[in-house]
């Protein structure tokens, strides 16, 4: 068995894998509904894009409990404290998630078009929202949580709903909004006919691309000459018990970039964010539908890897206490917690992987408007 260094280092990079296999599935499906009322005009076309999701949307969920689970079992200060901070944020994303499967479910169960049409906009909110606020909710671990530990390492949470609202975390939230409305565009280009939605996706990919760009570099150039970043001071001890007050920590100016000057081999991150977002600009104005997914695919897996990396040692730093910060080495379960998990997860992760890959190339292919009108088990 590993030992406990590397237990933690394996557990910090499959919770990475974990967020970005949500990005890349369920990412789509938030990106779609998001579009839904403005790329589907009519029943017939909105009907279309809500079947491109519409086989695959529920699995897809199952990477977002899958690192729900991972952080309680594997980081649990950093579970206790970010899921009690930031209560009424995951109170409004799980309220927004909760609208997807009604607004599946109940849409067609009547052809009032006013009924519809309120569940279209129920379905845009169970996208749009919970693409914000994960964004907003990365914005804040970067600049740091409201929070400290006492001497008996009781958190107490100095923050309110409104305040995790600042300039850089609504920066943080619209480029999350646009790198999943990007993903979705891409996925819609593959999976609808050619025809009027098929190029309205077009378009608001090619808007969401360059939003992508821009705000992914404002972000960059925010996090180098801001008061964002932390650094540990003093000696480390990776193999030590986990104990959040036997840290010293302390914010600097640009120290989330540090770790590309130790490390360059990091720099592969931002690249992918970069050229995966540039890639998809260019594959949906050209019509290359597989570039354009490749390259959104990239994008999300390069931004979401560059937010680790860049805060590699650091899970969840506190903004007013920063000796109280929570890194890879002081907040993690035991070693022997660690490896159970980590033999479970190489039993059970390759089945999930397989399952994932069958279930996509058996309802791969284009959503059509004679499919919709014909077939009984679309939505």
């Given amino acids: 068995m590993f030992d406990y260094e590397t237990l933690r280092l394996i557990w910090w990079a499959l919770m990475g894998v974990l967020l970005i296999g949500f990005a890349l599935t369920d990412g789509f499906d938030l990106g779609v509904a998001a579009m839904l009322p403005f790329v589907g005009r009519t029943d017939a076309e909105r009907r279309m894009v809500i079947n491109s999701i519409g086989p695959t949307w529920e699995g897809n969920q199952v990477w977002f409990i899958l690192a729900g689970g991972a952080i309680f079992a594997a980081w649990p200060f950093v579970y206790a404290i970010s899921f009690s901070g930031f209560y009424l944020a995951m109170f409004l994303v799980l309220a927004a998630l909760i609208l997807r499967p009604v607004g599946f479910k109940y849409r067609s169960k009547r052809p009032d078009p006013a009924w519809r049409s309120r569940w279209d906009w129920a379905l845009f909110a169970g996208g749009f929202v919970p693409a914000l606020v994960f964004g907003v909710a990365v914005g804040n671990v970067l600049s740091g949580a409201p929070f400290r530990l006492d001497s008996d390492m009781r958190t107490v949470f100095d923050g309110s709903f409104l305040g995790l609202f600042s300039p850089f975390t609504l920066l943080c939230g619209l480029l999350s909004v646009s790198m999943l409305m990007l993903h979705g565009s891409a996925w819609l280009a593959i999976k609808i006919e050619h025809g009027a939605v098929h190029d309205r996706a077009r378009t608001f990919g090619t808007v969401a691309g360059l939003a992508s760009l821009i705000l992914f570099a404002v972000g960059w150039g925010f996090v180098a000459q801001a008061d964002i970043g932390f650094r540990i001071v003093g000696a480390i001890d990776p193999s030590g018990p ?63 890897a560059t937010v680790g990396l860049s805060m590699f040692p650091f899970i969840l730093p506190s903004s007013i206490d920063a000796h ?45 408007t004679r499919e919709v009108a014909t077939n009984p088990d679309f939505y």
Avoid: D, K
């Avoid at 539908?289 to 695919?297: T, V």
């Avoid at 379960?333 to 992987?353: K, Q």
């Fill in 324 to 368: 109280s910060s929570l890194t890879l080495w002081n907040a993690s379960s035991s070693a022997r917690t660690l490896g159970i998990m980590l033999l479970v997860t190489v039993v059970l992760l390759p089945i999930v992987l397989a399952y994932t890959a069958w279930a996509y190339s058996v309802m791969f292919g284009r959503v059509t």
């Fill in 242 to 304: 986990s104990n959040p007050l036997h840290t010293t920590s302390e914010i600097a100016r640009g120290a989330w970039l540090a770790n590309y000057g130790r490390y360059p081999w990091m720099t592969i991150a931002p690249v992918l964010g970069f050229g995966g977002a540039a890639l998809a600009l260019v594959g949906i104005r050209r019509g290359w539908e597989r570039a354009a997914f490749a390259g959104s695919s990239a994008s999300a897996t390069g931004i979401i």
